[in-house]
């Protein structure tokens, strides 16, 4: 089996705010916890159950541009990764900005 990332994912523990719509339709307000990090998104641990193609914002403290993130995978209830949610940015021009995250963790 082939791996299909790219590039690696960095492990940080970096409090967010996640809003959006959770896999029943309710709108939600989380505050969550990106676990790790690469150039095209993140994995993030949230309380909602969130569907795959379903776009969230992920507000970090101390940065007034929020960031859109399509959801493309979410870990099985009842499984180790129950909870994580893999996210890629909704607009291929959004990217972290590194050097503020690397002070957080």
């Known amino acids: 089996m082939s791996e299909r990332r790219q590039q690696g994912r ?25 676990v790790s990090i690469d150039d095209r998104g993140a994995r993030v641990h949230t309380r909602f ?6 776009e969230i914002t992920v507000e970090l403290a101390g940065e007034e541009n929020h960031k859109l993130l399509r959801v493309v995978w979410s870990g099985e209830a009842g499984s180790f990764y129950d909870g994580v ?3 890629e940015f909704a607009d291929s021009d959004y990217s972290w900005n590194m050097e503020n995250l690397r002070a957080r963790w």
């Open 85 to 87: 949610v893999g996210l």
């Open 49 to 54: 159950h969130l569907k795959q193609g379903s």
């Open 10 to 34: 960095l492990p940080v523990q970096i409090p967010v705010v996640l809003r959006g719509t959770d896999s029943v339709g309710r709108v939600f307000f989380d505050r969550g916890q990106i």
